[in-house]
């Protein structure tokens, strides 16, 4: 690492020296010595504006004064620089005081009622700065309030303090200029543009830093007094960005959730899906007691002693396989790993319920688990590779580190893709059209450097011979390689072993110092050395007979392309269903064991980057158990020793492992598959699943879902002209298994093929259809 | 005495004074041709010398404005002229344009090549249409008679009708297509201006003042007006005048002189007060007739000597009424970006009028003193700055006529005395 060389200045603030790097605003660098200019439109994340002029502060430069007080918040600090803010200048605090005075003559004074009193910005530095009498005594300017400007957004005009937060941050952060301000003078007002509401998938933010209440979330909306909620540091369960979030619960029920401050993750930012999807937890039917399937075939409420010995007589007396979810904790996930080869003693586990590959299972174990690639290295990067990977759906909080960097220094995107995304549009990528499943080519023709980045998402599974180019790529320019799946889990099962071919920490299955290691820890005689089967594998060996117990946590069997062969693999085997709501998976369970949401226990996630997640429970007195809990619970009944009764030991023992320092895993070389030939109704099927979509976890989020993208079908102008379509015409997409009716937006995408959304409403192409990247699939004009 | 010194307003009076060739035949664009012909840097050395000074209110010498673009930096350069004239009582580019717009566009030619520029933008504010057709046929004159398209091309831009856009940062927002509000400074516009790019914005009187500095030279210019306002400038008198109108005449002279000059106040009344430069300027009283009326003689005496607008009042002006509609003025006008101007207008709109309805008390007066403290020299631009001027200059010239409206209950003038149709039977 090399460390940059900073200038470094000192100036004096109200008599006390500081020294700040070259270009540090006044205003933060009186922060440093712990003296707060009150400010409103100031943010340290949105470029200088100036407007609200809160944070006048005297100044002057070796000796020559400014003759005005100036805006604190847009001077950088320069040599020589004498400032005397509030606290010093009788003239600073006398401009403060009445620029408090001028905000607050408009301002309606309906704290009690606002969701913003008690923390309020402009309540607090008014208390702060302000005077406690107002001399005015005419006519407040009045709104109609509020006005809906998106479906979970409202906006209270009377209140606005005009700062442009909102609309900075949309402009600047999001790229989603949705809203601006209007009209002038003292009417002057935040505004959408006509029939087009604020529908960014960052929106929360805006109502997160506005100052005052002037921008409500209407989930949130008139719920809740500030004061009276609990709140835990948590992080995001949403996706692998890795959001440090904060979760304010009101009697044991959770009312709302913000985005947390990490300047090295998510900066102060998340996306709307990580803010406002949290009402799953309690919105869907949760399980309460376990459940065991009696002699008549009916799964009836049991204690838990008696589920237990169910499920451990269940997986003792087969062959038995584990299958455990992508949104699993990091300890939870290694409970698994640790279950399946100490109290199942098998390989077969494998935390990808999705569509997935044996490339990708190399791939994972060869470049990924351990990997330490970081945001600071997209910061850095010379050219990002997008592979299989749409940020801004999948992603969010990398889509706006590469934003920040494309904004900043023109940072070179360029997207091996079928169809050109919204989020690459906006990121002013290089577009490389490729028919789906022929990625591989376009990758191995780009030419990167020890800076680059690829960033490789966990579709980049579903072309075979497309992570063998990445590999190659990262090989012969040796950019670094980033692996983004899109679940939260994904990242920590993989370094917890929860995967065929390596066990907890990276070392290989194969590797017999590698058993070792493991098997001293867990003070096991031996670990199973054959490779585990992966979950396609699993099911067909449970529908052949070779397997006759499932293990399964927080699986949905339709998430990949095999839904029939799943079901009916869960249909025939002995299954034991650890699940906080009833599931495809419990209703054909023979033993249902309810678990903890993530509100109501501890534990981490692993971001993409490798980074630890912690939460506490934000729940503090919820009865339900986590994974981890239960499994040591089943391992005991079997008679084998799990012995992970908390987090706690599981976080302990994973630190005990330590790092394999022996060899990785080689990568077999896969080839890409020619591509089919398409004519006339055919097309070849590519999709991704959009942020806001029909996910289990935005259940009961009608405001949230309000917001998301219209579902469409995409093709190309030369088929929509060959078909006869235009924007808006209904196509029908069809395959062996089903259709669905979509209607047709004509844009730029490979001529072969047609895009939809994987899992939005009207379009859930795994169910519908049964495939959702690279199969031909029929399309005619409905 | 000082006399008159038509210059810009020599051949206005011909009756063909806009046309191009009335241009052409008392010597325009001869002057365009010899500045062509020279080294940019000895234009600008030679603007620098007359001693020019811009004329849209805040006197900044022209040349040096010039001499601060960059010079060999590959950038496109611009020019852009502000024809945004809105100030109440600022009436000088307006005629000026109306009968000789060909002299605009000769100074955009020479300033254009002094600052490497190949494109002039000239904002004209919306309301003005009659003055926008003139303006547009004049330069498509130009551009047929070859003095544009060379090289040099010039476009005019209308505005939507906003007091701000005469700002030059909220100008060179409205003109890139978005709401006319000021930007940030620095970067200053000679840096990052119009499309980020180094710009020179001038006011018309400026630009339209060159073409005769480089046909007669910097010496010429220098002889008139006082040591450090050169040149002649344009009077704009208005109000209670027998004669209102357009006066050219040296900096310096004084508006006992022009008075004189244009046949005095209108008659059977007495000056009450005046503005020297717009009504953002502190307003002047008779004792102020013998301030020269340059950037440094206005200045010490208490105002600015701004787009030099005369607006007259004589002693049927009911001081407290005329301030409130300047606010008014201010308050519609605040374009809402800043605090102190957006909310601190918007409360003095109300102070006054309760004032002048005989609502206020003593208390207020000092409330609104105090309230145009909170907003001279905290706001984000100059608008709030000049929308207290005439607040607090009234109130320290006339403070006994607010108390008069407190103790008499309303206001104690007939507002039709101080009417043009008084005594018509009106």
Redesign the interface.
């Known amino acids: 690492m090399t460390t940059e060389v900073v200038d470094m200045i000192t100036v004096v603030i109200d008599g006390f020296e500081v020294n700040v790097p070259k270009g540090t605003l006044v205003i933060r660098a009186a922060e440093q010595l712990g003296i707060q200019i009150p400010r409103f439109c100031d943010h340290p994340l949105l470029d200088p504006v100036g407007a609200c002029r809160q944070c006048l502060v005297d100044i002057e430069i070796n000796g020559r004064a400014f003759p005005k007080p100036q805006a604190s918040c847009t001077i950088p600090v320069e040599p020589g620089m004498i400032v005397k803010t509030q606290l010093t200048s009788p003239v600073a605090e006398k401009a403060q005081r009445g620029v408090m005075e001028l905000l607050l003559i408009n301002h309606p004074l309906d704290c009690p009622v606002c969701d913003k009193g008690g923390e309020c910005p402009l309540q607090n530095q008014a208390m702060s700065n302000g005077q406690g009498e107002t001399r005015f005594e005419g006519v407040k300017r009045t709104f109609q309030k509020p006005i809906n400007i998106s479906s979970q957004v409202l906006l209270d005009r009377e209140r606005c303090v005009l700062c442009a937060r909102c609309t900075r941050f949309s402009e600047q952060i999001a790229s989603d200029p949705f809203i601006t301000l209007n009209e002038r003078g003292a009417l002057q007002q935040v505004g959408i543009y006509e029939n087009k509401p604020f529908e960014s998938y960052f929106s929360g933010n805006a109502v997160q830093i506005c100052p005052v209440g002037a921008l409500t979330g209407a989930s949130y909306r008139f719920r809740a007094r500030p004061f009276d909620l609990v709140s835990t540091p948590s992080a995001c369960e949403h996706c692998a960005s890795g959001c440090d979030m904060r979760t304010d619960v009101r009697r044991g029920k959770t009312l709302r959730r913000l985005a947390g401050d990490d300047a090295s993750v998510n900066e102060e930012w998340n996306c709307d899906k990580g803010r406002w999807a949290f009402k799953y937890v309690t919105a869907i039917d949760r399980l309460t007691t376990p459940l065991v399937r009696n002699a008549s075939g009916e799964l009836v409420a049991a204690s838990w002693p008696e589920a237990l010995a169910a499920a451990a007589k269940g997986l003792k007396s087969a062959k038995a396989a584990v299958l455990v979810g992508g949104r699993a904790t990091y300890e939870d996930a290694y409970g698994y790993s640790k279950f399946a080869r100490v109290a199942l003693g098998t390989n077969d586990i494998d935390f990808r319920s999705r569509l997935s590959s044996n490339e990708e299972r190399e791939f994972l174990a060869a470049h990924v688990v351990g990997s330490t690639t970081r945001y600071t290295d997209i910061d850095r990067a010379d050219h990002v590779l997008l592979v299989g990977f749409e940020p801004e759906e999948e992603s969010p909080i990398v889509f706006l580190r590469l934003n920040k960097q494309v904004r900043k220094r023109a940072l070179k995107v360029t997207a091996i893709a079928t169809k050109l995304s919204i989020g690459v549009e906006k990121l002013n990528g290089e577009f490389v059209k490729v028919a789906p499943g022929q990625e591989a080519a376009a990758i191995s023709s780009q030419s990167l450097t020890g800076k680059s980045v690829i960033l490789v998402g966990e579709r980049a599974a579903e072309s075979a011979g497309v992570l063998s180019a990445v590999a190659a790529l990262a090989n012969s320019s040796s950019a670094k390689i980033a692996w983004i799946p899109r679940r939260a889990g994904e990242r920590g099962a993989l370094e917890a072993g929860a995967i065929g071919n390596l066990l907890p920490g990276g070392r290989p299955v194969a590797d017999a110092a590698a058993r070792v290691d493991i098997a001293a820890v867990w003070g096991a005689d031996s670990l199973p050395t054959e490779n585990g089967k992966n979950s396609n594998e699993i099911y067909a060996a449970v529908n052949a007979g070779e397997i006759g117990a499932l293990l399964v946590g927080g699986v949905d069997p339709l998430d990949g392309d095999n839904s029939q062969s799943a079901l009916a693999a869960l249909e025939k085997a002995f299954v034991v269903s650890l699940e906080i709501a009833p599931s495809a998976v419990t209703q054909r369970a023979d033993v249902v064991l309810p678990v903890a949401a993530i509100t109501e226990k501890s534990g981490s996630f692993l971001n993409w980057e490798g980074r630890a997640r912690s939460f506490d429970a934000a729940v503090a007195d919820s009865l339900n158990r986590s994974d981890l809990r239960i499994l040591s619970m089943i391992a005991e009944e079997i008679g084998a020793s799990v012995n992970l009764a908390t987090v706690t030991s599981a976080i302990k023992e994973i630190a005990s492992l330590g790092k394999w320092d022996g060899a990785r895993v080689a990568m077999n070389k896969v080839s890409a598959t020619s591509q089919p030939a398409v004519s006339g109704d055919q097309f070849i099927l590519t999709s991704w699943r959009r942020l806001l979509d029909m996910g289990t976890l935005q259940k009961g989020e009608d405001n949230l879902a309000g917001t998301s993208r219209k579902t469409v079908a995409v093709i190309s102008p030369k088929r929509a002209q060959a078909l006869g379509v235009a924007d808006g015409d209904q196509l029908k997409i069809s395959t062996p298994l089903g259709y669905v009716n979509l209607s047709a937006l004509v844009e730029d995408i490979h001529d072969d093929a047609i895009w939809a959304p994987r899992n939005s409403r009207g379009s859930q192409l795994l169910i519908n259809l049964g495939v959702a990247h690279g199969a031909v699939v029929t399309v005619v004009k409905a | 005495m000082t006399k008159l010194t038509p210059v810009l307003s020599a051949h206005w009076d011909e009756k063909d004074s806009f046309t191009i060739e009335a241009y052409t035949r008392h010597g325009g664009y001869a002057a365009a041709k010899k500045a062509l012909a020279m080294d940019p840097d000895a234009v600008i050395q030679l603007v620098k010398d007359s001693g020019l000074r811009g004329r849209g209110g805040a006197g900044f010498p022209t040349g040096m404005k010039w001499g601060f673009i960059p010079q060999g930096d590959d950038k496109d350069h611009y020019l852009v002229v502000n024809a945004d004239e809105s100030e109440p009582g600022t009436c000088k580019d307006m005629p000026l344009l109306m009968a000789n717009p060909h002299v605009l566009i000769e100074g955009c030619i020479i300033a254009c090549h002094a600052i490497r520029a190949k494109h002039a933008f000239i904002y004209i504010r919306g309301e003005v249409t009659h003055i926008v057709r003139r303006l547009n046929q004049a330069i498509e004159d130009a551009y047929k008679a070859g003095h544009l398209g060379k090289g040099i091309d010039v476009v005019l831009h209308v505005g939507a009708g906003?007091y701000?856009c005469g700002e030059e940062t909220a100008l060179l927002d409205s003109l890139e297509g978005f709401?006319g509000q000021p930007r940030?400074r620095p970067p200053f516009p000679a840096i990052a201006g119009l499309y980020a790019r180094p710009t020179v914005v001038n006011n018309v009187e400026s630009i339209s003042s060159v073409p005769a500095i480089i046909a007669n030279g910097a010496e010429w210019y220098q002889a008139m007006g006082t040591e450090k306002s050169k040149g002649a400038t344009l009077y704009s008198l208005s109000g209670h005048v027998n004669n209102p109108g357009q006066f050219e005449a040296p900096l310096g002279i004084t508006l006992r002189e022009i008075l004189e000059l244009s046949g005095g106040i209108r008659t059977g009344h007495t000056l009450k007060f005046w503005t020297p430069g717009g009504s953002s300027t502190p307003i002047f009283t008779s004792e102020h007739l013998d301030v020269p009326l340059d950037y440094e003689g206005v200045s010490a005496a208490g105002s600015m000597l701004g787009t030099k607008a005369l607006q007259i009042f004589d002693e049927t002006t009911c001081v407290v009424r005329a301030v409130l509609r300047w606010t008014e003025f201010y308050?519609?006008?605040?374009?809402?970006?800043?605090?102190?101007c957006?909310?601190?207008?918007?409360?003095l709109v109300?102070?006054l009028r309760d004032l002048e309805d005989g609502k206020g008390t003593e208390a207020d007066l000092a409330?609104l003193l105090?309230?145009c403290?909170?907003?001279l020299?905290?706001?984000?631009c100059a608008l709030g700055d000049g929308a207290t001027s005439p607040i607090t200059s009234s109130i320290k010239y006339f403070r006994d006529e607010y108390i008069a409206h407190i103790t008499n209950g309303g206001c104690p003038f007939d507002p039709v005395a101080s009417t043009l149709f008084v005594g018509a039977g009106a």
């Open positions: 906003a701000i709401r940030l308050k519609h006008e605040s374009c809402g970006k800043c605090t102190p957006r909310e601190g207008t918007w409360w109300q102070l409330k105090d309230l403290d909170n907003i020299g905290r706001s984000f």
